[in-house]
C-alpha cells in the first residue's frame, strides 16, 4: 500500500529539454485505481466477473446508481480522462439490457455502476478487462513502471529525443509542447492526436519498460514528425481523392519509420513475418493495387481495401503466415502494408544506400519510391515498383 500512494502522489511528469515541454500525466490511473478500490470493497471481496440477466442488471444498476461516493469516483474518473476521452470513446456502447444502451461517456458511468456487482456487455470486453487487470500482478507491474519513469524522467526524455533526431528531418521543430496521458482503459493501446500521445497501460506488454519506450519513441515520432508535414506539404492543393492517397501516403511514411523502434522488442514469429518474401509480395501486390484503384475509377473501393487491411483480411493473412502457437490480436501485429511493406522499404534504403539515403527519404517523401527503386536488387523483399505507382506517389507532394 505504501508503494501505491508513493506511486498515486506522481500524477504529473514534466521535463524540459531546451524550450520543449513534455508532460507525462498519471491523473487517470490514480481516479481508476481509486474507483476499482471501492467497487472491490463494496462488492464484498474479490471481484469476480458475473454475468446476469435483464432483471438482475436492472436491480444491481438502480441499487448502486443511488451511492453517492460510487457515483462521485466514476466523475472523477471521466473527468480525469478529458483532454483524451473523447478520441477513446467515440464508438463506446454498453448494454443494460437489450431496450436500453448507452454510448460514449455514459456507457462507462453505466459499466462501473454495475460492476460491484455483475459485468456488463461492453464494448471491447472491457469490464472482464478490468477485473482481470485488478486481480492479477499487473497493477504493481504498472506502478513499477511508472516509478521507474519518475526516477529516471530526465535521462529517459533525453534519450528519446537522441534517438528521434536520427529518424526525422533535420529542420524538424521539436519545440512544441507534448503530453502524454498514461492510462488504464482497455479500449485502447497508444495512438497520437494534435500534440497529445495516449498510451494505455492496461496491456501487459507495455510494463516492460524497454518495451514501453520503444513505443513512446514510435508515437513522439509519429508526433513530431506529422507537424513537420503540416507546414511542409499543407500548402498544396488536392482534389478530394488526391487528398485521400496523401492521408495513405502519410501514414504509410509514419508507420514504416516508427516501427524501427518497435521490431528489436518484437517476438519471433513477428520478425518472421516482416521477413517473409511470400507475406512481403502479397502485401505488395495488394498496396500496388490501391493505389491504381485510388487514382481510377475506383477510389471506393481502395478505401474499402485499407480499412479491411486491419480486418477480416489481416486476421487471415496472420493465421497462414504465424508460426507460433497462438496468434497475437494487437492491430500492430497484425501483416498490413502499412507497416510491413513501408518499414521494408525503409530498412532496404537504409541497408542498401546507408543512413545518409535514410535521412534523404525521411526529409524528402516524395523521393521514397524512386530512391528505393535506385538501389533496387533481387535480393530486396519489397519488389520493384512500378514506374506509374513511383510517378503518382511523387506528384501528390
Request: proline residues 3%; negative net charge; contains cysteine.
Amino acid at each position: 500500500m505504501k508503494k501505491l500512494l508513493l506511486f498515486l502522489g506522481c500524477l504529473l511528469l514534466s521535463y524540459s529539454y531546451g524550450q520543449a515541454q513534455v508532460n507525462i500525466h498519471t491523473a487517470q490511473i490514480e481516479a481508476f485505481h481509486n474507483l476499482m478500490n471501492y467497487v472491490e470493497e463494496k462488492a464484498g471481496g474479490k471481484l469476480t466477473c458475473k454475468n446476469a440477466n435483464e432483471v438482475e442488471l436492472q436491480t444491481a444498476f438502480d441499487k448502486n446508481s443511488v451511492d453517492s461516493k460510487l457515483n462521485a469516483l466514476i466523475d472523477s474518473l471521466l473527468n480525469s480522462s478529458a483532454q483524451y476521452l473523447p478520441k477513446v470513446i467515440e464508438n463506446v456502447n454498453a448494454r443494460l439490457y437489450s431496450e436500453k444502451a448507452a454510448k460514449g461517456k455514459e456507457a462507462y458511468k453505466v459499466a462501473f455502476t454495475v460492476l460491484p456487482d455483475f459485468c456488463i456487455n461492453m464494448t471491447a470486453g472491457m469490464p472482464e478487462i478490468w477485473v482481470e487487470y485488478w486481480n492479477n500482478e499487473h497493477r504493481e507491474l504498472v506502478e513499477n513502471t511508472i516509478a521507474e519513469l519518475n526516477t529516471n524522467i530526465e535521462d529517459v526524455l533525453e534519450n528519446i529525443k537522441s534517438e528521434l533526431e536520427v529518424l526525422l528531418p533535420d529542420d524538424i521543430d521539436m519545440n512544441s509542447e507534448q503530453n502524454i496521458h498514461l492510462v488504464v482503459d482497455g479500449n485502447r493501446g497508444g495512438y497520437q492526436f494534435d500534440n497529445h500521445i495516449l498510451m494505455d497501460v492496461i496491456y501487459g506488454d507495455l510494463t516492460d519498460f524497454s518495451l514501453f519506450i520503444s513505443v513512446l519513441k514510435h508515437e513522439m515520432h509519429h508526433a513530431y514528425y506529422r507537424q513537420w508535414f503540416v507546414e511542409k506539404m499543407s500548402n498544396k492543393e488536392r482534389s478530394e481523392i488526391d487528398s485521400y492517397l496523401y492521408e495513405y501516403q502519410r501514414g504509410f511514411i509514419f508507420e514504416g519509420l516508427a516501427q524501427r523502434y518497435d521490431l528489436p522488442f518484437a517476438s519471433k514469429e513477428i520478425k518472421q513475418m516482416f521477413a517473409n518474401k511470400d507475406l512481403i509480395v502479397e502485401l505488395f501486390d495488394e498496396w500496388i493495387s490501391v493505389m491504381r484503384l485510388a487514382k481510377g475509377d475506383s477510389p471506393q473501393t481502395a478505401l474499402a481495401i485499407v480499412q479491411n487491411q486491419y480486418g477480416d483480411i489481416a486476421v487471415e493473412r496472420l493465421k497462414r503466415y504465424w508460426q507460433g502457437s497462438t496468434p497475437p490480436t494487437s492491430y500492430a501485429n497484425r501483416p498490413t502494408v502499412t507497416y510491413y511493406v513501408s518499414y521494408n522499404l525503409y530498412n532496404s534504403i537504409f541497408e542498401s544506400g546507408g543512413y545518409k539515403k535514410l535521412k534523404y527519404v525521411i526529409e524528402n517523401p516524395d523521393k521514397l519510391l524512386l530512391v528505393y527503386n535506385e538501389l533496387y536488387t533481387d535480393s530486396m523483399l519489397v519488389p520493384r515498383i512500378p514506374d506509374d505507382i513511383v510517378m503518382m506517389w511523387q506528384s501528390n507532394f
